[in-house]
């Protein structure tokens, strides 16, 4: 079974800091990983993916994510972070057998001035 | 192209009222779905249809009904609400795979915020 973990449920930086939003799964199959952005009040909008091509994956907005099989994880980094960028994000996993997306419990990002 | 619409935005029931959420699609997507927000688990799905006249349970179904006459339009029903059941409900589309699974890309609606009193 898949399953995924986001270990903080809450981070907070300063604008120009880095980013740093950390998710561990688990599968029992080549798994695919995503990461949404959700912004207050609005719906879910893809931020990245990995699907066994290049394990460090460019998403939009200058988010970046490394697939570390060893680690089990999917971290989701960002160099310097920007005020549009408070929002919630969540780590998602799909197994390769065409199964259903399984969101982590979500993980929201405050940026201070 | 629209892309997912929901309707309502909101709505307030009453313990017992029935109601419909609307899902609707203009991308020619073979798999909808239905998911539940609440806070602190994440996105949790409900139903989904890998074409119409093809519908399936998600994770947590009790409650809900689904049916997909048309590849455009897939609605949720509460046939009795309960407290339980106030969350934020979001509709997602996507192509299918061959296994019959959502492509990579899904894309989500706007969501409509229910409470049941």
């Known amino acids: 079974a898949q399953s995924v973990t986001q270990l903080d449920s809450h981070v907070s930086v300063s604008e120009g800091t880095p980013v740093l939003l950390r998710c561990n799964y688990s599968?029992?199959?080549?798994?695919?990983l995503f990461w949404y952005v959700q912004h207050p009040n609005k719906g879910l909008q893809l931020l990245l993916k990995?699907?066994?091509?290049?394990?460090l994956v460019k998403g939009i907005n200058g988010f970046e994510a490394e697939f570390k099989k060893s680690e089990t994880s999917f971290h989701l980094t960002k160099p310097s972070a920007h005020m549009s960028d408070a929002a919630e994000y969540f780590c998602v996993v799909s197994d390769r057998q065409g199964g259903k997306l399984i969101f982590g419990q979500g993980t929201e990002l405050s940026v201070k001035p | 192209n629209a892309g997912v619409t929901q309707t309502p935005k909101f709505q307030v029931l009453k313990t017992g009222q029935s109601m419909t959420l609307q899902c609707a699609q203009d991308?020619?997507?073979?798999?909808m779905s239905w998911y539940r927000q609440d806070p602190g688990m994440g996105l949790r799905l409900i139903h989904y249809?890998?074409?119409?006249?093809?519908?399936d349970q998600g994770e947590v179904p009790n409650g809900y009904n689904v049916s997909r006459s048309t590849t455009e339009d897939f609605p949720l029903r509460l046939l009795s609400a309960a407290p339980s059941q106030t969350s934020v409900y979001f509709c997602a589309s996507s192509y299918s795979n061959p296994r019959g699974g959502p492509t990579d890309t899904q894309y989500f609606g706007p969501g409509t915020r229910l409470t049941v009193l």
């Open positions: 991308m020619n997507h073979e798999y």
């Open positions: 249809s890998v074409g119409a006249g093809i519908t």
């Open positions: 599968s029992s199959y080549s798994p695919s």
């Open positions: 990995y699907t066994s091509a290049a394990t």
